[in-house]
């Protein structure tokens, strides 16, 4: 790689992406490059907003590999015996782990009440309440914050521990990274400020202790890009199975589709994103895990949210990838 070629691209990346914090690219099964910007370092943890929503998908398959959950087509309520379903409510029975996973269950709002959300004691029970409605279930409903708390208090539910311990046992252990806490949210204050943080290491939980599904994990760019090496070496890491590589293989083909974004959809993971055959974790401010399995590449970028950040898969498809395809390991 020519050092202009590379000059070229960060000065590009100051100008025009000034919330990305980190990247850290990973090529056959080595780290190649880390870069920070914004005051950032190897250290430093950001939160990476909807990526959580694949590290979920790891764990769920994890579970799976373990014996705690046995049917992807289960419905969710076999979970929770205790739940009240409401009156002439019947599209909820039918809702499966399955559904939850594609994106494909239905919910009764069109806009997610985000402040009722952040305000509630309990996030499964208000998902809950919101699941089902008139929508078919098995259309795509992009679900960005209120719904998947579903899946963490299944885990909770067949696990007997937190998401975050049964994480760090199982998933963040194993590959060297470390979420110390169960982060509380006493005010809307604290929350904005967790937002712009580049020091916390935690996951955010309800007052009930249960961690968020789809948003409010903490990692490094380094971490993502273990996370995404893992996946491309089909779960292995350091010579150990993580996650079975059938989960792996099954979570990154399609299972739904949303057709308004031309976009195709794993189990919580999106696919074919930037060009064929890649899959990617993608969150708020840019936050990506991109793994390109043909070309051996993971890329990681972790950003500060910024409202209409610039399209981190664009530019790791047209400035990233093709700089670093060109260097043999």
Sequence with gaps: ???????????????????IAGIV????????????WNGCTKTSTLHIYSVTKSILSMLIGIAFDKGYLMDINQPVLDFFPEYTVKKKEKTIQHVTL?????????????????????????????????????KAIGEFFYAPLIGLDILSGILMKVTHTSVREFAQEHLFSPLAITVKNSIYFQSKQEQLAFNKARDISGWAVDPKGVNAAGWGLTLSARDM??????????????????????????????????????LRYGYLW????????????????????????????????????????KDSIDLIATHIRPLFDAIEI
């Design 98 to 134: 399955s559904n939850m996973l594609t994106m494909t269950a239905p919910y009764t709002y069109k806009i997610g009440p985000y402040l009722k959300y952040f305000t509630s004691e309990d996030w499964v029970t208000f998902s809950l309440n919101l699941l089902g409605g008139k």
């Design 1 to 19: 790689m020519e050092d202009q070629a590379l000059i070229n691209l960060e000065t590009m990346i100051s100008q025009e992406y000034s919330n």
């Design 25 to 36: 690219v990973r090529k056959n099964d080595q780290l190649i490059y880390e870069r920070y």
């Design 225 to 262: 890009a273990k996370l995404g090496q893992l996946y491309l070496n089909g779960g292995i890491w350091n010579g150990k199975q993580i996650i079975s590589k059938a989960w792996i293989e099954e979570s990154t083909k399609e299972h739904s589709r949303w057709d308004k974004m031309k």
């Design 270 to 309: 999106w696919l074919d994103v930037g060009e064929k055959n890649s899959f990617a974790a993608m969150g708020d401010g840019g936050n990506v895990i991109y793994v390109q399995p043909d070309k051996k590449i993971v890329i990681s970028i972790m950003g500060f949210f910024k409202p209409n950040a």
